[in-house]
């Protein structure tokens, strides 16, 4: 009898097919919604893998009553959605897909943190709602980019990444990270800061750290009222790490300038969330690796990933 691999978002077959020439393939036909908890529950039942989503909750519920369960293969590169101490209590291996999203997700990181600071999608909203009726001299004046300083918090591939990106425009690099990374700084000229030091001269602070129980509402009132009132707020990594209420606040006093989102705590959100009523917030829907070329990249190791376990070879981009 074949193995069973759950795939809990449909996928385009060209990237499946290679499953189903070994393996008994069985996917969620839905491309835009989640899986419901009690379908996730009954086929991980029966399967020796399940190929998963952020938006998927692998609980250790899942994956005690997943007698035969030998892998999850998460598409992401976090892995906050996957109780990774009860995979490893239970030796099931978890992978995930590194590397291959790190330009596309610095890309996005760098056009939000562009368009927050210039007010871009504020002024396409003003210019399609017919309100552009005159030029003025401060009409939509938003901040520099060119020059400025900016503050990465989370220094990991994507984080150099971004640099890079910022050395183009000549912004002096801030960074705060677990690990000081003495190579990097001495090579690009960056410089490693605290937390609170990074917060209150940044011009722009970009969150690019993962979320853990040390990361979550890392960045809250306290954090908020550090920055500038001229600061934008660019978070290009998960929800969770900004306290939403917090920022809301702040934003609405006037106490930061703005704030760029790719993440919410909470995907997918409503159109009535606070954040997203306010002028000042360039708001995304967590596009951050949404390139054809990587999407199409990440898949594939997932894909290799489910194939080498069940065929008992050493996956590569192990988590536990």
């Given amino acids: 009898m074949k193995?069973?691999?759950?795939?809990?978002?449909?996928?385009?077959?060209?990237?499946?097919?290679?499953?189903?020439?070994?393996?008994?393939?069985?996917?969620?036909?839905?491309?835009?919604?989640v899986v419901p908890k009690e379908i996730l529950l009954e086929e991980a039942k029966s399967a020796h893998?399940?190929?998963?989503?952020?938006?998927?909750?692998?609980t250790r519920e899942v994956m005690e009553n997943a007698p035969n369960l030998k892998v999850v293969s998460n598409f992401a590169v976090g892995f906050?959605?996957?109780?990774?101490?009860?995979?490893?209590?239970?030796?099931?291996?978890?992978?995930?897909?590194?590397?291959?999203?790190?330009?596309?997700?610095a890309d996005l990181a760098f056009a939000l943190l562009l368009a927050s600071g210039r007010r871009i999608t504020e002024a396409e909203a003003m210019l399609r709602g017919g309100k552009w009726t005159s030029w003025s001299?401060?009409?939509?004046?938003?901040?520099?980019?060119?020059?400025?300083?900016?503050?990465?918090?989370?220094?990991?591939?994507?984080?150099?990444?971004?640099?890079?990106?910022?050395?183009?425009?000549?912004?002096?690099?801030?960074?705060?990270n677990r690990t000081r990374k003495m190579d990097t700084e001495?090579?690009?000229?960056?410089?490693?800061?605290?937390?609170?030091?990074?917060?209150?001269?940044?011009d722009f602070v970009l969150i690019l750290a993962p979320?853990?129980?040390?990361?979550?509402?890392?960045?809250?009132?306290?954090?908020?009222?550090?920055?500038?009132e001229t600061a934008v707020l660019v978070n290009a990594s998960r929800g969770g790490i900004v306290n939403?209420?917090?920022?809301?606040?702040?934003?609405?006093?006037g106490e930061?300038?703005?704030?760029?989102?790719?993440?919410?705590?909470?995907?997918?959100?409503?159109?009535?969330?606070?954040?997203?009523t306010l002028p000042n917030v360039t708001a995304l829907p967590h596009i951050g690796s949404a390139s054809i070329q990587t999407r199409l990249a990440m898949m594939k190791l997932n894909e290799r990933a489910i194939g080498d376990v069940l065929e008992g070879r050493v996956p590569n981009h192990i988590v536990v």
């Avoid at 959605?81 to 997700?105: C, Q, R, S």
């Avoid at 979550?216 to 306290?222: E, F, P, T, V």
């Avoid at 930061?256 to 997203?276: K, N, Q, R, Y």
């Fill in 3 to 33: 193995q069973i691999v759950y795939i809990t978002r449909k996928l385009p077959e060209e990237v499946v097919a290679p499953l189903r020439e070994k393996f008994t393939v069985r996917m969620w036909e839905e491309e835009e919604i």
């Fill in 49 to 58: 893998a399940l190929w998963t989503t952020i938006t998927d909750q692998i």
């Fill in 80 to 105: 906050n959605n996957i109780d990774i101490k009860a995979a490893k209590e239970l030796g099931i291996t978890v992978t995930n897909t590194p590397n291959v999203l790190t330009e596309t997700t």
């Fill in 137 to 176: 001299p401060m009409q939509l004046t938003g901040m520099d980019v060119f020059g400025a300083t900016l503050g990465i918090v989370g220094m990991g591939r994507i984080g150099e990444a971004v640099a890079k990106r910022a050395r183009g425009f000549e912004m002096n690099i801030l960074y705060h």
């Fill in 186 to 202: 001495e090579m690009y000229g960056y410089e490693y800061v605290d937390l609170d030091d990074l917060l209150k001269r940044a």
């Fill in 211 to 228: 979320l853990t129980e040390k990361t979550k509402n890392l960045i809250a009132k306290r954090e908020l009222s550090l920055m500038k």
């Fill in 244 to 253: 939403e209420q917090d920022l809301y606040e702040a934003l609405k006093a």
């Fill in 256 to 276: 930061i300038w703005s704030a760029g989102l790719d993440v919410f705590e909470t995907e997918p959100v409503s159109v009535d969330h606070p954040l997203l």
